[in-house]
């Protein structure tokens, strides 16, 4: 079974940055690709930034593409997503996925996940 632990949500003014971190309790962490999606209130989930276990293949979202930075530490099972340039309509609960390692592939398809942590809050203020 697959566990995974979101953390360094927060408050952030608009221009400002966070990193997120996801802990993911694994045998093996080059056996799985992880995601980064949100949800804002009212809206569907949005896929936001993908990557391989090898951290050689990242995939985003054009409209994060530039801002948002997606990398892994598989020494600590962790993957992290860097956002700079918050704007106010980032604000959404971030969820960190994951699925099964599909060489030489990534997906943005949250149906594609089928392991999911419980979600931070990101807040930015205008």
């Known amino acids: 079974q697959v566990q995974l632990v979101e953390s360094g949500g927060g408050l952030v003014q608009a221009g400002g940055s966070l990193r997120l971190s996801c802990a993911a309790s694994v045998r093996s962490f080059s056996n799985y690709d992880m995601g980064w999606f949100r949800q804002a209130p009212g809206k569907e989930r949005e896929f936001v930034a993908a990557?391989?276990?090898?951290?050689?293949?990242?995939y985003y979202s054009d409209s994060m593409t530039g801002r948002f930075t997606i990398s892994g530490d598989n020494a600590k099972n962790t993957v992290y997503l860097q956002m700079n340039s918050l704007k106010s309509e980032d604000t959404a609960v971030y969820y960190c996925a994951a699925r099964t390692y599909n060489p030489g592939t990534l997906y943005s398809l949250a149906r594609k996940y089928p392991y999911w942590g419980q979600g931070t809050q990101v807040t930015v203020s205008s």
């Open positions: 990557i391989n276990w090898s951290g050689g293949l990242t």
